[in-house]
């Protein structure tokens, strides 16, 4: 299959994934990385994929986030998690992508 079209797939869905994984439970960067990695077959990503959708997100206000320096650490950790804009958001977004996934299952079991 064509890698673009995969791509083109894949960051369409990439924030709504995020989102439904900080709804559960805020995490930082790197731990945000190994559950999508640990939960998904077809995401596998890497931080500098991550950090750019972050910083989207928390710019529209659809996630914020908090420092913490644990004790262990000489740096601090940067939390994220959703705002109630962001859980909105993904409710509609998943409902959207939900309708449109019908859509193109129907349409493609009728095509075959």
């Known amino acids: 299959m064509n890698e673009n079209i995969i791509r083109q797939f894949k ?23 190994a559950e999508l990695n640990r939960q998904s077959n077809a995401f596998h990503i890497k931080e500098g ?32 998690s ?5 859980g909105q958001f993904m409710r509609e977004s998943y409902a959207q992508w939900k309708a449109l996934a019908e859509d193109i299952t129907r349409i493609m079991e009728d095509a075959i």
Not at 21 to 28: N, R
Not at 82 to 86: R, Y
């Open 49 to 80: 994929t991550l950090y750019p959708i972050l910083y989207r997100l928390e710019d529209d206000g659809l996630m914020k986030t908090r420092w913490e320096q644990p004790a262990s650490r000489v740096q601090p950790k940067k939390y994220y």
């Open 11 to 33: 960051k369409g869905v990439l924030e709504l994934i995020i989102l439904k994984l900080l709804s559960k439970k805020e995490m930082y960067g790197y731990e945000l990385v």
């Open 82 to 86: 959703v705002t109630d804009k962001g």
